[in-house]
């Protein structure tokens, strides 16, 4: 079985702030990382993912997240923060490998507000 | 299509009565995933198949809830003598096998 937490259920920076989401995950086996973001009135678009290779991935938008295994985190970064970055974001994971390898379990997701 | 389609996007309905979501998939994606979010919860999986087989549908929470893909394309999720704890939005998904999963905009219901 999988789990996610996302530390903060919201997290309020300035513009052109560092913005950073944490996620800790727990997984049985390897897994896929992800993180989704969610625009007002849009469905969950996908951010960046993990899967094999190179732990330092890049998304759209200037975000990037590390995968760190000794710390069962991925946490999402951006080094300056947009107003239109205000959004909601989930992490999730999926296990690589298994029966139920389908299936994105997701963290309750982090409200990043931008001010001005 | 372009993306995933789901109708319809909000839904009011009266404590008792049936409700039908519908979800059209990315052209030739052969893995269709259904959602529950509630608000402040992440996304919590309901059922998944792969063509017209429904391969998982241990997420479901009660026998009110099915689901079908009968042609391996569109799928509909059908609540039963809904209640008031139905409420949420139902998210739809779909993906080529074993590949990034994209989820369509979702369909509020609210039960009343």
């Known amino acids: 079985a999988q789990s996610v937490t996302q530390l903060g259920s919201h997290v309020s920076v300035s513009e052109g702030a560092l913005v950073l989401l944490r996620c800790n995950y727990s997984?049985?086996?390897?897994?896929?990382l992800f993180w989704y973001v969610q625009y007002p009135n849009q469905g969950l678009q996908l951010l960046l993912k993990?899967?094999?290779?190179?732990?330092l991935v890049k998304g759209i938008n200037g975000f990037e997240a590390e995968f760190k295994k000794s710390e069962t985190s991925f946490h999402l970064t951006k080094p300056s923060a947009h107003m239109s970055d205000a959004a909601e974001y989930f992490c999730?994971?999926?296990?690589?490998?298994?029966?139920?390898?389908?299936?994105?379990?997701f963290g309750k997701g982090t409200l990043l507000t931008v001010n001005p | 299509g372009a993306g995933v389609s789901q109708s319809p996007r909000y839904k009011v309905t009266k404590r008792g009565q049936d409700v039908a979501l519908r979800c059209d998939p990315i052209?030739?994606?052969?893995?269709l995933y259904w959602y529950r979010q509630a608000l402040g919860q992440g996304p919590e999986f309901l059922t998944y198949?792969?063509?017209?087989?429904?391969?998982?549908k241990s997420g479901l929470p009660n026998d009110r809830f099915s689901a079908e893909r009968p042609e391996g394309s569109i799928s509909t999720l059908t609540i039963q003598r809904t209640e008031q704890r139905d409420s949420a939005m139902y998210r739809c998904?779909?993906?080529?096998?074993?590949?990034?999963?994209?989820f369509g905009e979702g369909s509020w219901l609210t039960v009343v």
């Open positions: 998904a779909s993906s080529r096998q074993g590949n990034t999963i994209y």
């Open positions: 997984s049985s086996v390897p897994p896929y």
């Open positions: 993990y899967t094999t290779g190179a732990t």
């Open positions: 999730a994971v999926r296990l690589n490998s298994g029966g139920s390898n389908y299936k994105l379990t």
């Open positions: 052209s030739g994606h052969v893995s």
């Open positions: 198949f792969n063509y017209e087989a429904q391969q998982d």
